[in-house]
């Protein structure tokens, strides 16, 4: 069980790391259910570079000897990762190819059938043209209900398994660098 994935880290939370530790979870999370990765606190584009490093056994760090540290966004960061760690240890679905071109989006599912939900990471690299894109899911349910919640912005949108595997879960990133994180729960139809 690895739990240091790789020494490929950013130690001062340098977002330039991103995609190499995307494809890190990419490429592992087909074969290894659990394995870890850390990443250190930064400033410069932290939910992307945070959010880079996400998986099964996680960790974040702050130099608490180094002014700046916006402990409130320190603690968010945390908290989300804390409300979907499960899923983590769900199946995992590509949602694009694998890549590591700055000019793609990169997406995948980790879904969690027994429980009745899952969460999505997409990433927006720092070339890429679109602001927008759609991600077809896998192993929902067609006939029942999912609440989908962006874990960047309040409340959640109710939709169906079959619009979320047919027509797919919409992502909008204006900003670039950027990274997404979804959430989505069952709430009625199939058990």
């Not at 996400?54 to 804390?82: H, I, M, S, T």
């Not at 071109?101 to 995948?108: E, F, H, I, N, R």
């Not at 029942?144 to 409340?155: C, H, N, P, Q, S």
């Not at 169906?160 to 990133?173: I, M, N």
């Amino acid at each position: 069980m690895p739990l240091l994935r790789s020494d490929y880290q950013s130690f001062a939370g340098d977002p330039g790391y991103a995609p190499g530790n995307q494809g890190h979870t990419y490429g592992l999370s087909s074969w290894i259910p659990y394995y870890g990765q850390g990443v250190y606190y930064s400033d410069r584009q932290l939910l992307y570079a945070v959010r880079s490093h996400y998986c099964p056994a996680f960790g974040f760090c702050a130099d608490v000897r180094k002014p700046g540290v916006d402990w409130a966004l320190f603690r968010r960061v945390v908290e989300q990762w804390r409300r979907v760690a499960p899923c983590f240890l769900g199946d995992f679905y590509p949602l694009t190819p694998y890549r590591l071109d700055a000019d793609v989006w990169l997406a995948w599912q980790f879904d969690r059938p027994e429980a009745g939900e899952g969460l999505v990471q997409v990433f927006r690299r720092d070339a890429s043209a679109y602001e927008s894109a759609r991600f077809k899911l896998h192993g929902l349910e067609s006939d029942a209900r999912y609440a989908v919640t962006d874990l960047d912005e309040a409340g959640s949108r109710e939709m169906t398994g079959s619009e979320l595997l047919e027509r797919g879960l919409p992502a909008t990133l204006k900003e670039k660098p950027a990274a997404a994180l979804f959430h989505y729960r069952r709430i009625s139809g199939a058990q």
